[in-house]
C-alpha cells in the first residue's frame, strides 16, 4: 500500500502533486456535490450509471482491465514512449480516465476545473466514435470503486478560548468518520500556555463517500497526564460513548463534510463549537486530502500513467504557439494536470513515479520537440532528485524498471546537454538571454545528473574545447583590409569578453571551484599571441605609411588597444596572476612607441580644437548681474569646459596607456597638457588684450581681467590635482604647466594693480602733503576708502578665494614700492630744505612723515587682512621694519 503524506500548505496551495504550479490555484464555484450522474455531455451521450440486469452479469472489473492492458502491452515501460497507441489501448485509457473523474463525483471537485471539463478533455485528447464512447462510459460505471481513506493533518488551535481551561491544562483531540464510529484517533496532549501545536497525520477509511463526515473533539485535562502512555489508535469505543465516557474536558467540536473536500485536498480552519450552546470556541487548522486504500493496477496502472501523460503532452505541444517552453503553464493546462493526478491518486500512482513518470515523458518529447527548454527540463530533473531513493520500494516484473528508464533518460539529457554547449558557434550569451538561461541550466543537468547517477563527467574537458571551436571560425572570418581588420577585431574583443564575464558567472553559480576563463587561459594566449599580435602589425604599418592623416584608422587603432587591454586585465583578473604588467608590455611593444606618440598628438591637436570652440562662445562679462540681484559664477564658461575636455581627450588616453615599465607616456602626456594649457592662456590673454590696455578707463575692463585671473589659476589648481592623481611627480625635463599659469595669472594681477596704485598714489600725496592735520585725517580716510573699495568691494567680491590671494599679494607688493619711492623723495626734498633750517620746513617735514607712517600702517593692515594667511608678513617683514625705521626716523 502506497502512503500519502499531507503536507501543511495554506487554504489556497495544492498538496501531493508534481510541482506547486500544476494547478492554476484560484478557487471555481463548487460542483453540486449530489449532481445527477445522468446528465448529457455536448455529443448527446449520456453518461448515468447502468444498472441494468445484462451489465450486471457482465460486470467488468480493473484486474480483468488489468489483464486485456498486458495482453495489449506485454513488453517494457520504453516501448510506451514512442510507439504508436493501439486503438484497443485507446478504448482502456478513455474507460479508466471516465471511471477516475466518477470516483471524485461525490467530492468537492477539483480546484482549477469542473468535472464538466474534464470530460470534455478526455473526449478531446482521446477521440472514440460515439457508440465506443458510450460503451466505455457503461463499463467505467461497472467498475468497483476504490477503497477511499481520508488523509487528516491535525495542525494547531489557534485562539482557542474556554473558562473550563488554565493556562496548565493540557488539550488532545478525538477524532473518527461518520460511518466508522469504532475507528478512533486521539493525538497527543499539549499545554494551551501557548498556541496548542499538533503537526500529527492521521489515516481514516472512507469508503463511502456520499454524505460521509470528519468529526473531531478537542478535550481537556487538567489532572496528570496520563494520555501519551495509553495506546488509543484501536480504541473500541463507539461514537457515543466517546461522548459519554470522556477522559477530559470537552472543549468543543468540529464537523467537516467529505462532499466539501477537494479533490487535491483541502487546508482549512474548522470551527470549534460547545455542544450545549452552539458559540464558537476557536478554530482547528487542518488540511485533508482523499486517497485510496490499496494498490489495484500495479505495474499496469503505471503504464496506463504514462500513456496518459504521453497523451496529454502529444496534444498539448499539438497547438503551442511558443517560441520557447520554460514554465509548466506554457504546455500543461489546469484540466490536464487535473486529469493525471486524479488517475494517480486512483489508481494509487506514488508520487516518485509520478514526478518521474513526468520527466521521462518530457525528456523523450523534448527530443523531438527543441522548444522545451533546457530550463524547464532541469526543474524536471531537479523535482526528481528527492523521489528517485523510494522507486527502490515500488517492485515490478519488467527487466527495465522505471529507474532504471530514469536513469537511461538522464543520460541521454546529460549527453543533450554536453552537445549543446560544443555546439556553441557565436559569442552573444552577453545579449541574448535565451541563450544564457539555456547554457546555465545545461550546466545544471550535467552537474545534478552526474551527481545523481555518478557519471564521470569532467566538467573541464566538457568546456575546453568550446573557445578553440570559436577561433577556428574566427581565423577564418578576419578580413584582409587594415581598416576592415581593425572594426571586426574592436567588436570581437568586445563579445569575447562579454563572453567571458557571462561565462564566468554562470559558471560559478553551478561550480564555485571552477572559472571559466582558468580552463580555456591557454587557448586566449594563442589568441593574444597569434591571432591579435599579427592583426596589430598589418594595422599599425598601414597607419604609419599611410600618406593621408586617416583619422579614422587612428581611432580605430586606439579603440582596438583599449578593448585589448581590458581583455587581458580582465584574463589576469580571473586567473588571479601577476601578469598583467608583463603581458600589457607586450602589447604596448605590438603598437609600438611612435603610434602612442601618434595618439598623444592627435588628442592633442583634438583637445585644442575643442578648447578654441569653447573660448569662441565664452561669456566673460557675467559678472555684471551683481546689479541685478543674483550672483554669478566668478569662472567663465570656457574654464568649466577646459578640464572636461582635458580629461576626455588626454588624461582617459594616458589613463589607458600608462603603465609602471612605460615612463615615456608620462612625457607625452605632460607635454601634451602642456601645450593645451599655453594655447588655453594665450588664447584667453589674446581675447582680453584691448581689456588689458584699457584696464584703468573702463569698469568692465577691470571686471574682465578678474574673471581672466579667476579662469587662469582654476585651471592650474585642476592641472595640479592631475599631476597628483596620475604620474604624481613631474619628470625632470618636463615643463611645469601649474608654474607656468600661475606666472600668467600674476601677470593680469600686476596690470590690475597699475591701474589702482596709480591712483593710490594720488591719495598718497593728497595725504602727505595736506596743510594741517585735519586735512591729512581727511585725507588718510579718502584713501582707506579706496583700499577698502579695490581690496574688498571689487577684488574681492569678483574674485575667487585663490586668486584674490594672488591678487591681494600683487597689490601689497606695488603698494609697498610706492610708499618706498615716496618715502625717498620727500627724504630729498627735506635734505634740500634743510639748507634753510626753517621751523616752518621741520613742522611740515615731520606732518608729511607722520602721513606716510599712518599710510604704511593702514596699507599693512587692509592687505595682511586680505592676505589671511599672513603671506605678507612673512615675505615683506624685513622690509616693513626697515622702513617704519626709515619714516620714524625721518619724522
Excluded at 305 to 327: A, G, M, Y
Excluded at 365 to 383: E, T
Aim: hydrophobic share 35%; aromatic share 10%; charged share 25%.
Amino acid at each position: 500500500m502506497a502512503t500519502l503524506v499531507i503536507e501543511n500548505k495554506s487554504a489556497s496551495g495544492t498538496s501531493a502533486t508534481f510541482t506547486d504550479n500544476r494547478f492554476v490555484e484560484n478557487e471555481v464555484t463548487q460542483e453540486e456535490s449530489q449532481a445527477s450522474l445522468n446528465s448529457e455531455n455536448r455529443k448527446g451521450l449520456k453518461f448515468g450509471k447502468i444498472k441494468s440486469e445484462t451489465m450486471t452479469q457482465n460486470n467488468a472489473s480493473v484486474e480483468e482491465i488489468n489483464e486485456n492492458f498486458l495482453n495489449l502491452h506485454p513488453g517494457e515501460l520504453t516501448e510506451l514512449l514512442a510507439n504508436p497507441i493501439p486503438y484497443e489501448t485507446s478504448v482502456i485509457l478513455y474507460i479508466m480516465s471516465a471511471y477516475t473523474i466518477n470516483n471524485f463525483k461525490l467530492s468537492a471537485g477539483p480546484k482549477s476545473c469542473s468535472f464538466s471539463e474534464l470530460y470534455k478533455y478526455v473526449d478531446e485528447i482521446i477521440p472514440l466514435k460515439g457508440d465506443v464512447k458510450s460503451d466505455c462510459f457503461e463499463k467505467a460505471d461497472c467498475l468497483q470503486s476504490p477503497d477511499f481513506v481520508l488523509d487528516v493533518k491535525i495542525i494547531d488551535a489557534p485562539n482557542l478560548k474556554s473558562k473550563k481551561l488554565s493556562k496548565s491544562s493540557r488539550l488532545f483531540c478525538k477524532l473518527w468518520m461518520d460511518n466508522n464510529p469504532k475507528s478512533i484517533k486521539i493525538t497527543k496532549t499539549v499545554y494551551l500556555k501557548d498556541n496548542p501545536v499538533w503537526n500529527a497525520h492521521y489515516r481514516l477509511d472512507a469508503n463511502n463517500l456520499k454524505g460521509n463526515a470528519l468529526f473531531i473533539e478537542i478535550l481537556g485535562n487538567n489532572g496528570p497526564d496520563g494520555r501519551d502512555k495509553t495506546n488509543f489508535e484501536d480504541s473500541p469505543e463507539t461514537a457515543r460513548e466517546c461522548r459519554e465516557k470522556q477522559d477530559g474536558i470537552l472543549i468543543g467540536r468540529g464537523e467537516v463534510k467529505i462532499a466539501d473536500v477537494n479533490c487535491e485536498g483541502i487546508d482549512t480552519y474548522v470551527p470549534i463549537k460547545s455542544l450545549k450552546t452552539g458559540r464558537i470556541k476557536g478554530h482547528l487548522h487542518v488540511t485533508l486530502k482523499i486517497g485510496v486504500s490499496q494498490h489495484y493496477g500495479g505495474i499496469c496502472a503505471l503504464k496506463r500513467h504514462l500513456l496518459l501523460i504521453r497523451i496529454c503532452l502529444e496534444n498539448s505541444l499539438k497547438n503551442n504557439n511558443d517560441d520557447q517552453i520554460t514554465k509548466w503553464e506554457q504546455v500543461v493546462s489546469s484540466v490536464a494536470s487535473t486529469l493525471i493526478f486524479l488517475h494517480g491518486t486512483v489508481e494509487s500512482i506514488p508520487i516518485c513515479e509520478d514526478r518521474i513518470s513526468w520527466f521521462i515523458m518530457f525528456n523523450e518529447v523534448a527530443r523531438r520537440n527543441c522548444k522545451i527548454s533546457f530550463q524547464f527540463l532541469y526543474d524536471l530533473l531537479f523535482g526528481c532528485e528527492k523521489n528517485i531513493s523510494h522507486l527502490s520500494r515500488t517492485h515490478y516484473k519488467i527487466e527495465r524498471s522505471l529507474k532504471e528508464m530514469y536513469r537511461m533518460e538522464t543520460i541521454v539529457l546529460n549527453k543533450r546537454c554536453i552537445h549543446f554547449i560544443g555546439s556553441l558557434r557565436t559569442f552573444d550569451l552577453g545579449e541574448n538571454k535565451n541563450h544564457r538561461h539555456e547554457f546555465e541550466h545545461s550546466l545544471k543537468i550535467i552537474q545534478v545528473s552526474s551527481q545523481l547517477l555518478r557519471l564521470q563527467s569532467d566538467p573541464v574537458g566538457i568546456f575546453k574545447f568550446v573557445i578553440p571551436q570559436f577561433l577556428r571560425i574566427i581565423m577564418k572570418q578576419i578580413p584582409e583590409d587594415p581598416k576592415s581588420k581593425a572594426k571586426y577585431l574592436i567588436k570581437l574583443i568586445e563579445k569575447l569578453k562579454g563572453f567571458l564575464n557571462t561565462a564566468d558567472s554562470i559558471f560559478g553559480r553551478v561550480y564555485p571551484e571552477l572559472l571559466y576563463t582558468s580552463i580555456v587561459h591557454e587557448d586566449l594566449d594563442i589568441f593574444l599571441n597569434e591571432i591579435l599580435k599579427s592583426s596589430i602589425s598589418e594595422i599599425i604599418f598601414c597607419l604609419l605609411n599611410s600618406k593621408d592623416e586617416d583619422d579614422e584608422l587612428r581611432e580605430d587603432s586606439l579603440r582596438l588597444f583599449g578593448e585589448s587591454k581590458n581583455l587581458i586585465f580582465y584574463i589576469s583578473k580571473s586567473m588571479k596572476d601577476q601578469t598583467f604588467e608583463k603581458k600589457f608590455q607586450y602589447l604596448c611593444d605590438w603598437f609600438s612607441t611612435e603610434v602612442i606618440e601618434n595618439w598623444f598628438e592627435w588628442s592633442k591637436d583634438s583637445a585644442i580644437r575643442k578648447i578654441k570652440m569653447a573660448l569662441c562662445f565664452d561669456d566673460m562679462i557675467g559678472i555684471s548681474t551683481f546689479d541685478l540681484g543674483f550672483r554669478k559664477e566668478k569662472i567663465s564658461s570656457s574654464a568649466k569646459v577646459v578640464p572636461d575636455i582635458l580629461n576626455n581627450c588626454i588624461i582617459e588616453l594616458w589613463k589607458m596607456i600608462s603603465s609602471s615599465q612605460s615612463s615615456y607616456c608620462n612625457t607625452f602626456f605632460v607635454n601634451s597638457l602642456h601645450e593645451c594649457c599655453i594655447e588655453y592662456a594665450c588664447k584667453i590673454l589674446k581675447l582680453n588684450s584691448s581689456e588689458m590696455s584699457s584696464a584703468g578707463k573702463y569698469k568692465d575692463s577691470k571686471m574682465r581681467l578678474y574673471v581672466v585671473v579667476n579662469d587662469l589659476n582654476y585651471l592650474s589648481s585642476f592641472i595640479d590635482r592631475t599631476i597628483s592623481d596620475t604620474i604624481k611627480t613631474l619628470p625632470s625635463i618636463a615643463p611645469d604647466s601649474k608654474v607656468f599659469l600661475l606666472d600668467e595669472c600674476q601677470k593680469v594681477c600686476a596690470i590690475i594693480c597699475e591701474t589702482h596704485v596709480l591712483v593710490a598714489e594720488k591719495h598718497i600725496k593728497k595725504v602727505a602733503e595736506a596743510g594741517n592735520k585735519l586735512k591729512q585725517k581727511l585725507a588718510l580716510k579718502k584713501y582707506i576708502d579706496f583700499m577698502n573699495k579695490v581690496l574688498w568691494k571689487k577684488a574681492d567680491r569678483y574674485m575667487t578665494f585663490d586668486a584674490f590671494r594672488i591678487f591681494s599679494l600683487e597689490f601689497w607688493n606695488r603698494m609697498l614700492n610706492t610708499i618706498q619711492n615716496n618715502v625717498k623723495l620727500y627724504e630729498m626734498e627735506r635734505n634740500d630744505a634743510a639748507l634753510t633750517d626753517s621751523k616752518r620746513d621741520r613742522n611740515k617735514s615731520k606732518l608729511i612723515f607722520n602721513g606716510l607712517l599712518e599710510i604704511l600702517k593702514e596699507t599693512k593692515k587692509l592687505c595682511s587682512n586680505a592676505d589671511r594667511v599672513n603671506q605678507i608678513q612673512d615675505l615683506w617683514s624685513d622690509e616693513l621694519t626697515e622702513l617704519e625705521r626709515t619714516i620714524l626716523s625721518s619724522a
